[in-house]
Nanobody, 124 residues
Framework: QVQLVESGGGLVQPGDFLRLSCILYGSNLNHYSVGWFRQAPGKDREGLFCIGPDDHVVAYTEAVSGRFVVSKSYIANTAYLDMGNLRPEDSAVYRC?????????????????WGQGTQVTVSS
């Protein structure tokens, strides 16, 4: 059974760094593309990135450009979202998702499995 578990969220101050982890159980990460999404209260879900099985990255928003980076470790079977220079507007629930295909052009496209999410709050 495929299961995604996110971790690494928390309460941080503006300008801080956080690393979110998305661990895959029940399968191998090299079979999937991994998407990262966030949703703030009262807002629609926002696609951030997708990293494909070939490690090609598709960015879906300019809002985190130059501050957030995605990566994967096949040894750890884990995807990472490194978030630097965090801002209050980055506060949201962050979720990872898997897709049994290449990264879609649009983040609204279907992903097959979703993690439960981890809360990130940026506040002074």
């Amino acid at each position: 059974q495929v299961q995604l578990v996110e971790s690494g969220g928390g309460l941080v101050q503006p300008g801080d760094f956080l690393r979110l982890s998305c661990i895959l159980y029940g399968s191998n990460l090299n079979h999937y593309s991994v998407g990262w999404f966030r949703q703030a209260p009262g807002k629609d879900r926002e696609g951030l990135f997708c990293i494909g099985p070939d490690d090609h990255v598709v960015a879906y928003t300019e809002a985190v450009s130059g501050r957030f980076v995605v990566s994967k470790s096949y040894i750890a079977n884990t995807a990472y979202l490194d978030m630097g220079n965090l801002r209050p507007e980055d506060s949201a629930v962050y979720r990872c998702a898997l897709r049994q295909a290449s990264c879609p052009v649009k983040p609204e496209s279907a992903f097959d499995y979703w993690g439960q999410g981890t809360q990130v709050t940026v506040s002074s």
